[in-house]
């Protein structure tokens, strides 16, 4: 039999989450990536072949990471009570956006009307910021619930999705333009500035050490083959490197395959719990309170 | 307005687990589940070492982010300030678990038994299957704060009507009662003691209160 007992001192320090698994995950993932490609392919101005394909990936994207959400809750059938509370609850708005956005991204998929692909623009928009609130509101995970999470989440989401679009427009033949082109190199320079401010934000106003850890080891890989590589792809690109359409390809791969990896590590491997603090020992006899204990935590920060 | 509260007197707890126990008795909660655990603490380098008992469960707070977060309302703050959860409601999303800063809840997904995937008579008698594939965690007992109110009878001075950890411990570090009874048990210890709510900073509230020294 599987041993489902801890000793006391495990339960001392923060510890990684276990409830969420590789399935909570991939909403994280493929949502916000679809979200954000939906709103760049509102702007994009493809032609209505481009345009379909940018958007059934899209709701493609947003519908698997529901799916795998579907099969991770532990009592699927009564899936329908999560629209029961959307006065505070970011995963009640998140289904809300998506049962709007579902019928109104078919639509846009059959007619390809401008303004129904704007509408759905938004849409995808809101879906990846519901799902960045979503990680904040869990207080139980200070990774998660540090604000600088939500501008951290929705850049890499916008980075994810651009990098989809130029994917799109390399295997469509569409143009993507110069100016374009800087948009993406804008977005891939916010993402990194948002991360770092966020690491920063995480070293100091506190976290557990395990998380920062993971965090830490995660920074260097993620800067060099999320952000300088894609860069240096794109400026090839637009100083006239041949094979450009491949190379805008593998440019936008990395871009979307890095912001995941992002979001896998966090969700899973940087979420350590909050675990224990006392601001004073007990006091017996005639002794003195001992300093304050927080197992796990080097920093002073909550 | 009432708000059920507990205190827990740090220099009293012997770390004995028999709140534990009487809380699995109590609730029946499933092989390595406990709505009540008893932390072992040791701090400090030798020979100036410390040790310290730390029981943990639901803080019952007042601004609780499990309710915040629940997408089904089936986590609901009670008018007499206990968390509660429907288990008919709740859907097993897990979003309650990760929005709690104590560790408090649980999700089991499948039945669990003591022995082998055989269940001992004893718990057969007992298994809740709603219990299965949702959240879960500490109630304060509720069903006895219910019955005071059928009864008459008072929580944290009639046992009957009392969580069953606080009945149990040992050396009287549990109290529980009205906090916004100024001469309810608990009202007139924290008046004389010094006393912290644990993660207060992220403005949870919650409603246990550890008693660390005299005023």
């Not at chain 1, 795998?68 to 991770?72: K, P, S």
């Given at each position: 039999?599987?041993?489902?007992?801890?000793?006391?001192?495990?339960?001392?320090?923060?510890?990684?989450?276990?409830?969420?698994?590789?399935?909570?995950?991939?909403?994280?993932?493929?949502?916000?990536?679809?979200?954000?490609?939906?709103?760049?392919?509102?702007?994009?101005?493809?032609?209505?072949?481009?345009?379909?394909?940018?958007?059934?990936?899209?709701?493609?994207?947003?519908?698997?990471?529901?799916t795998?959400?579907?099969?991770?809750i532990?009592?699927?059938?009564?899936?329908?009570?999560?629209?029961?509370?959307?006065?505070?609850?970011?995963?009640?708005?998140?289904?809300?956006?998506?049962?709007?956005?579902?019928?109104?991204?078919?639509?846009?998929?059959?007619?390809?009307?401008?303004?129904?692909?704007?509408?759905?623009?938004?849409l995808?928009?809101?879906?990846?910021?519901?799902?960045?609130?979503?990680?904040?509101?869990?207080?139980?995970?200070?990774?998660?619930?540090?604000?600088?999470?939500?501008?951290?989440?929705?850049?890499?989401g916008?980075?994810?999705?651009?990098?989809?679009?130029?994917?799109v427009?390399?295997?469509?033949?569409?143009?993507?333009?110069?100016?374009?082109?800087?948009?993406?190199?804008?977005?891939?320079?916010?993402?990194?500035?948002?991360?770092?401010?966020?690491?920063?934000?995480?070293?100091?106003?506190?976290?557990?050490?395990?998380?920062?850890?993971?965090?830490?080891?995660?920074?260097?890989?993620?800067?060099?083959?999320?952000?300088?590589?894609?860069?240096?792809?794109?400026?090839?690109?637009?100083?006239?490197?041949?094979?450009?359409?491949?190379?805008?390809?593998?440019?936008?791969?990395l871009?979307?395959?890095?912001?995941?990896?992002?979001?896998?590590t966090?969700?899973?491997?940087?979420?350590?719990?909050?675990?224990?603090?006392?601001?004073?020992?007990?006091?017996?006899?005639?002794?003195?309170?001992?300093?304050?204990?927080?197992p796990?935590?080097?920093?002073?920060?909550? | 307005?009432?708000?059920?509260?507990?205190?827990?007197?740090?220099?009293?707890?012997?770390?004995?687990?028999?709140?534990?126990?009487?809380?699995?008795?109590?609730?029946?909660?499933?092989?390595?589940?406990?709505?009540?655990?008893?932390?072992?603490?040791?701090?400090?380098?030798?020979?100036?070492?410390?040790?310290?008992?730390?029981?943990?469960?639901?803080?019952?707070?007042?601004?609780?982010?499990?309710?915040?977060?629940?997408?089904?309302?089936?986590?609901?703050?009670?008018?007499?300030?206990?968390?509660?959860?429907?288990?008919?409601?709740?859907?097993?999303?897990?979003?309650?678990?990760?929005?709690?800063?104590?560790?408090?809840?649980?999700?089991?997904?499948?039945?669990?038994?003591?022995?082998?995937?055989?269940?001992?008579?004893?718990?057969?008698?007992?298994?809740?299957?709603?219990?299965?594939?949702?959240?879960?965690?500490?109630?304060?007992?509720?069903?006895?704060?219910?019955?005071?109110?059928?009864?008459?009878?008072?929580?944290?001075?009639?046992?009957?009507?009392?969580?069953?950890?606080?009945?149990?411990?040992?050396?009287?570090?549990?109290?529980?009662?009205?906090?916004?009874?100024?001469?309810?048990?608990?009202?007139?210890?924290l008046?004389?003691?010094?006393?912290?709510?644990?993660?207060?900073?992220?403005?949870?509230?919650?409603?246990?209160?550890?008693?660390?020294d005299?005023?």
């Open positions: 039999m599987k041993k489902l007992t801890k000793k006391s001192a495990d339960l001392l320090s923060p510890k990684q989450q276990r409830n969420w698994d590789w399935r909570a995950a991939a909403n994280f993932i493929a949502g916000g990536a679809g979200g954000s490609l939906l709103l760049w392919t509102a702007l994009a101005g493809f032609s209505s072949g481009a345009t379909r394909m940018a958007i059934l990936l899209g709701l493609m994207l947003i519908g698997a990471g529901l795998c959400v579907w099969f991770e532990g009592r699927p059938w009564r899936a329908l009570n999560v629209y029961k509370h959307v006065a505070t609850s970011w995963m009640t708005r998140e289904a809300m956006v998506a049962a709007v956005l579902f019928p109104v991204g078919g639509l846009a998929l059959l007619t390809a009307a401008p303004w129904l692909v704007v509408v759905v623009g938004a995808g928009a809101a879906f990846l910021y519901t799902q960045a609130r979503i990680l904040a509101a869990n207080k139980g995970i200070p990774t998660w619930r540090h604000p600088r999470s939500i501008s951290l989440m929705v850049s890499t916008l980075a994810e999705g651009i990098g989809f679009l130029i994917c427009a390399s295997l469509s033949s569409q143009m993507i333009g110069t100016w374009g082109l800087v948009g993406a190199i804008a977005l891939i320079a916010v993402r990194a500035y948002f991360w770092k401010s966020y690491l920063g934000g995480l070293h100091a106003d506190g976290a557990p050490d395990g998380a920062l850890s993971v965090l830490n080891g995660f920074d260097g890989r993620f800067l060099m083959f999320g952000h300088v590589l894609p860069v240096v792809a794109i400026v090839a690109t637009l100083v006239g490197m041949p094979a450009q359409s491949g190379v805008l390809f593998v440019a936008g791969i871009m979307v395959a890095a912001g995941w990896t992002m979001k896998f966090l969700v899973l491997r940087a979420a350590f719990t909050q675990g224990l603090a006392l601001r004073h020992l007990p006091v017996r006899g005639c002794g003195v309170a001992g300093a304050a204990a927080k796990g935590w080097t920093m002073t920060g909550t | 307005m009432t708000r059920y509260v507990m205190s827990i007197d740090l220099r009293r707890c012997v770390g004995c687990q028999t709140c534990t126990a009487a809380c699995k008795h109590a609730n029946a909660t499933p092989p390595g589940i406990q709505w009540r655990r008893v932390l072992d603490l040791e701090t400090g380098e030798f020979p100036n070492v410390s040790r310290t008992f730390l029981p943990m469960a639901c803080m019952h707070c007042a601004n609780p982010p499990c309710e915040e977060v629940c997408p089904t309302k089936a986590t609901t703050k009670r008018a007499d300030g206990l968390v509660a959860i429907d288990y008919d409601l709740c859907i097993g999303c897990a979003n309650c678990v990760m929005a709690c800063p104590y560790d408090a809840r649980s999700i089991v997904h499948a039945a669990h038994y003591a022995y082998d995937d055989a269940a001992m008579p004893s718990e057969a008698a007992r298994f809740d299957p709603a219990r299965v594939a949702v959240s879960m965690k500490c109630s304060f007992c509720k069903d006895r704060i219910d019955e005071a109110s059928v009864t008459g009878r008072i929580p944290g001075i009639h046992p009957e009507v009392t969580p069953a950890c606080v009945n149990s411990c040992i050396s009287g570090a549990m109290e529980f009662g009205d906090i916004e009874d100024p001469e309810s048990n608990v009202s007139r210890l008046d004389e003691t010094q006393h912290y709510r644990m993660h207060e900073e992220l403005g949870t509230e919650p409603g246990v209160y550890y008693i660390w005299k005023s």
